[in-house]
């Protein structure tokens, strides 16, 4: 129930099929990395990085009951990211494409839904329609762009473990977040 005592009206389901993370599907959120051969220099097809404004943290997360659905949605607005599974198990991941603005796109759009993040920048929420659902499968990971939106690692196991490279700090002064349930009244599923 709301504070006014009315019962808050159950979430809109929206259904999501996946798409295939590959080069090409992914490019518009980060990239796509397979394997490359021992000894292959560093180019185009590398994890292009942004690490620069922390010390670099890599570690396993060890995920839990992560069933295919999601409300909310997170971004960091000071560091690329790189998910992956370990053993290649197939997982999902939502993704919405960065929206965070400079100050001098702040003055000239009027009407824009502008809001200003607990960690100090500026944004704009992702839209629901806007949102993309990743099913990543195979020794390969993910880079997300600077900004990119994201949701989960989602999985059908019980549980599964992830290597995550990001900031020392990430999660504690650059972690955005932006919850449909609250804001637009939608639950997203994933439906493959």
Not at 3 to 29: C, D, H, N, R, Y
Not at 40 to 62: K, N, T, V
Not at 92 to 103: F, N, Q
């Amino acid at each position: 129930m709301d504070v006014s005592g009315v019962p808050e009206a159950p979430p809109l389901m929206v259904k999501l099929k996946p798409i295939e993370a590959t080069p090409e599907t992914f490019k518009e959120f980060g990239q796509v990395i397979g394997a490359s051969p021992d000894g292959e220099e560093f180019g185009p097809q590398g994890a292009q990085l942004d690490l620069s404004r922390g010390i670099p943290r890599f570690y396993i997360m060890h995920l839990k009951d992560r069933p295919l659905k999601f409300a909310v949605i997170t971004h960091h607005a000071s560091v690329t990211q790189c998910l992956g599974s370990i053993g290649g198990r197939i997982w999902y991941l939502g993704v919405a494409k960065p929206s965070i603005l400079d100050s001098d796109e702040i003055k000239g759009d009027a009407g824009m839904n502008v809001v200003k993040s607990s960690c100090g920048h500026f944004y704009v929420p992702p839209a629901v329609e806007d949102v993309r659902i990743f099913r990543i499968s195979g020794p390969k990971f993910l880079k997300l762009n600077r900004g990119t939106w994201h949701a989960g690692p989602f999985f059908e196991a019980d549980t599964m473990d992830f290597y995550n490279l990001e900031l020392s700090n990430t999660n504690v002064v650059d972690h955005t977040k932006h919850d449909f349930r609250t804001e637009n009244g939608v639950l997203v599923l994933i439906d493959d």
